[in-house]
């Protein structure tokens, strides 16, 4: 980290206290100068007094921010708390906090501290975003290449008419693989932005999964894997039909990707006190302890997960749709040896 103030004393009672708890510290004594110390290489934490001669602290926070990535953490030191305006202007600058002179050593390291959990945390989180969207532009990537190339296929003229409707067949599937999973994109951000609302109608459970059955069924027999519906089918629910059935589909396109073939799929449907409970269980290898709480973040995959391809957005929208009803989503072991996801809704 760099410390940068005028006063040679101030700068080395804090080189003193930060480098005791463990701290790598170089110093600065004006603005310029710290800002050649973090061309040099830059540093995670910048501890940073506001008033200087020269280039003053907000003007140094200012270049920071300007940096690629953003820069360092910045703490901002000011005499008293006297200058609200000075401190107005850091903040808006992005200070990431605003300490008072003089301060107990012991507050000034643990204030350190606080501040650099943060930017290291943040860093993680932003590395791990980047990650995501390079996947995600991944998922779509490959389909359009496809597409491009099918399209080529349709046109050359010696085509026969079987050939001519697999490649249709095949352009339609890629076609709605991406807009499913635009679709996935564009839900789990109106979730971020709480800006995802729902709809409850009085219903029923049979009614919310009827598409369900029909767009599952053959894939499970494709894949020779059991797939049975079973439990109150019958039973009133008040919900927004067509999200919670996004919900369970989600849980049933997990349940059965991650089934291996001849398993066994079950989604049972019950009541609980004053709730409705949408299990689905299934024989597949079900998740690990460690991940079940880390699959519901957003682009979040289990190791099976990140093999099967996907991109890590089902149980987000899942948990959505459930919170968004005042419900919730919980997983656990099923009595068929694999996983038990259920989604349960308040329902009278
Ligand atoms: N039935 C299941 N059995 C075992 N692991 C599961 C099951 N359902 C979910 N998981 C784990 O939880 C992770 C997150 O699931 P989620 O549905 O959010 O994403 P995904 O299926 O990987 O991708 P997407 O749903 O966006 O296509 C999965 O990657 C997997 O590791
Ligand atoms: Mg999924």
Request: some cysteine; aromatic content about 4%; charged content about 25%.
């Amino acid at each position: 980290m760099l410390v940068v103030d005028d006063f040679a004393d101030t700068v080395a009672l804090y080189e003193a206290l930060l480098s005791d708890d463990g701290h790598r510290v170089r110093t600065a004594a004006s603005g310029s100068e710290a800002l050649l110390r973090v061309d040099e290489r830059e540093p995670e934490l910048v501890l940073l007094d506001v008033s200087m001669p020269g280039m003053d602290g907000v003007e140094v926070l200012r270049r920071l921010r300007a940096r690629r990535g953003g820069g360092p953490a910045v703490l901002m030191l000011t005499a008293a708390r006297r200058d609200p305006i000075a401190i107005e202007a850091g903040l808006r600058e992005g200070a990431d906090a605003y300490l008072t002179k003089p301060i107990e050593g012991r507050e000034l390291v643990a204030r350190v501290r606080a501040a650099l959990d943060t930017f290291r945390l943040k860093r993680i989180i932003e590395t791990q975003r980047r990650d995501h969207i390079a996947m995600l532009v991944h998922d779509l990537r490959h389909p359009l290449s496809s597409l491009g190339l099918l399209a080529e296929v349709l046109q050359s003229e010696d085509l026969s008419s079987e050939e001519k409707t697999s490649a249709v067949a095949t352009l339609r599937a890629l076609c709605s693989d991406m807009a499913r999973l635009v679709d996935g994109v564009l839900v789990a951000s109106r979730l971020e932005a709480g800006l995802f609302t729902v709809e409850p109608r009085a219903t029923t459970v049979r009614l919310v999964l009827a598409p369900t059955i029909t767009v599952f069924s053959p894939i499970a027999t494709r894949r020779k894997i059991a797939l049975a519906f079973d439990g109150e089918l019958d039973r009133p629910v008040f919900a927004d039909a067509v999200k919670l059935r996004q919900a369970i589909d989600n849980l049933v396109a997990n349940a059965l990707k991650f089934t291996p073939r001849s398993g066994r799929v079950r989604v049972r449907v019950s009541s609980e006190a004053g709730a409705v409970k949408f299990e689905v269980s299934d024989s597949g290898p079900g998740v690990p302890t460690l991940e079940r709480t880390s699959i519901f973040d957003r682009y979040a995959q289990g190791n099976r997960g990140r093999a099967a391809g996907g991109s890590g957005l089902g149980l987000a929208i899942a948990r959505g749709i459930a919170e968004a009803h005042g419900g919730s989503i919980a997983v656990g072991e099923s009595e068929l040896g694999g996983a038990r996801f259920s989604v349960t809704v308040p329902s009278p």
